[in-house]
């Protein structure tokens, strides 16, 4: 019974999300990505590893909930674009795989193979975005985000996986 309930919450989870988040004003949805943006890569760019993002745009997509920011990096911080603009690369997936990517329960390569994530663009920008995402290590982020990561990435992996098994496509993930 658990299973299912979990199982079902994962499937539904952009579609129950999605007005409520619609619902938030967009700088409020901008100043909460900063916040967590900052949070995540405390250390990145505290070493100025965001650099080569300077004078180019990432856009981010979350498709399933119909969100997208634009980022970039100046005078030594991330900024985000108020409105959309032309991109250099762009990352665009589900909200459930980018959770997975998020919690280390999915390889960011594993899931652009499978076209559950799109990266296009700069292909040599896509990389460094990619491997500095890789390199964040979680174990220093403050405690509450490590939990909530990790818990939701969990709930992620074994809703999906449980969906796997009941669809007969066992070890999918």
Do not use: C
């Amino acid at each position: 019974m658990l299973n299912k309930l979990r199982t079902q919450l994962v499937q539904n989870a952009a579609q129950i999300l999605r007005s409520p988040v619609q619902l938030l004003p967009k700088p409020l949805q901008d100043k909460m990505l900063f916040e967590g943006l900052k949070q995540v890569f405390h250390e990145a760019l505290e070493d100025g590893d965001f650099e080569f993002l300077q004078d180019k745009w990432l856009k981010i997509t979350i498709l399933d909930l119909n969100l997208q920011w634009f980022i970039s990096y100046e005078n030594d911080e991330l900024i985000i674009a108020k409105n959309s603009i032309s991109e250099d690369v762009s990352f665009a997936g589900n909200l459930n795989d980018l959770v997975l990517i998020a919690g280390r329960k999915e390889d960011p390569d594993t899931l652009f193979f499978q076209r559950r994530l799109r990266i296009e663009g700069d292909t040599e920008l896509g990389l460094e975005v990619k491997n500095l995402m890789d390199s964040v290590d979680l174990d220093a982020l403050p405690r509450p985000l490590q939990i909530l990561i990790n818990e939701l990435a969990d709930f992620v992996y074994k809703g999906m996986r449980s969906e796997n098994d009941q669809n007969g496509i066992a070890n999918a993930y």
